[in-house]
Every structure is written in structure tokens, then in C-alpha cells.
């Protein structure tokens, strides 16, 4: 069964949950590939956006709120609320949307790229820490080791 809009509203939807929303409530409900096909999208480049793998640029962004007129800003950032897409001036709040919300939706993505590498470069740093501190711990053992043997050699020669 395919939910209303009404039984949709959903207020912390991810940008994942919100395509596969539009996605449902589109046309009464299309799977995956036919949808992207008719947005003219690579099928599994799409399904890499509602899988969260990947996050739509902003011209794909754009061009789905204008195929499915339930608004760019509520697609893009979740704010404000769905359009009715039955309304005639959609269209309109539509392109006021992407012309008022693009450039912050741009600036979010390039800001969250940056995150994701410095949270990459970071996982590195820490492997990489990791392993130096194995090798000390494996030195300090091989140390202690040796002032023993030092030590019974010593009193050996006592």
C-alpha cells in the first residue's frame, strides 16, 4: 500500500528517507528504476542516494523537485515543510526555492565533503597511531625482557 502525504509527515527525515518519500508518493508510487529513468538518472547511481551512499549534487536535487513539485528546500535540507504539488504555484516556489536555497544546499555539500575527509584523514591518523603504539608496547616488552636477562647475567658475573 502506498502512504497519503498525510501519513508522511515525518519531521527528521535524512535526505535517503525524504527521495524514497517523493519517490512513493510520485505518480502513486514507482520503483527505483523507473523513476530514475524518468528523471533521466543512472539507476544505481540513484539507488546509491536512497541506500545513503552517495548524496545527490544539487542540479539532480533541482531537477526532482521540479519532476515531482514537492519542493526543493524540503528535498535538499528538509526545511521548510513538503509543497503541495497540486498546487498551481509550485512550480513558482519551486524555482524561488532553488534560486534562494541552492547556493546554501552547495555550501552544505562542499562543508560535508570537507568533513568526510577530514574524518577519513583522521581514521588514518588513528590507525596509524594505533600501530605505533603497538610497536611500543612490543618494544617495551622486548626491553623489560632484556634488563632481565641483563640483570641475571650480571649477577652471574658477581
Known amino acids: 500500500m502506498i502512504p497519503s502525504e498525510k501519513d508522511c509527515i515525518i ?9 524514497i518519500r517523493v519517490r512513493l508518493l510520485h505518480r502513486g508510487g514507482q ?5 530514475a529513468d524518468e528523471l533521466g538518472i543512472n539507476r ?5 542516494w536512497e541506500e545513503a551512499k552517495a548524496r545527490p549534487p544539487s542540479p539532480d536535487l533541482q531537477k526532482i523537485a521540479r519532476v515531482t513539485r514537492y519542493g526543493y528546500a524540503w528535498l535538499a535540507i528538509g526545511k521548510p515543510e513538503m509543497l503541495d504539488p497540486n498546487d498551481p ?11 534562494n536555497y541552492g547556493v546554501d544546499h552547495t555550501l552544505n555539500e562542499i562543508q ?13 591518523y588513528h590507525l ?14 622486548e626491553i623489560a625482557i632484556l634488563k632481565r636477562q641483563l640483570e641475571r647475567e650480571e649477577k652471574k658475573t658477581q
Not at 112 to 124: D, M, R, T, V
Open 112 to 124: 560535508e565533503i570537507g568533513l568526510q575527509q577530514q574524518a577519513e584523514e583522521l581514521c588514518a
Open 89 to 99: 504555484g509550485t512550480p513558482a516556489k519551486i524555482e524561488e526555492e532553488i534560486a
Open 44 to 48: 544505481s547511481t540513484y539507488r546509491s
Open 31 to 35: 520503483l527505483q528504476g523507473a523513476f
Open 11 to 19: 519531521p527528521s527525515e535524512s535526505l535517503p528517507e525524504r527521495l
Open 128 to 141: 596509524q597511531l594505533e600501530v605505533c603504539l603497538e610497536k611500543q608496547r612490543r618494544l617495551m616488552s
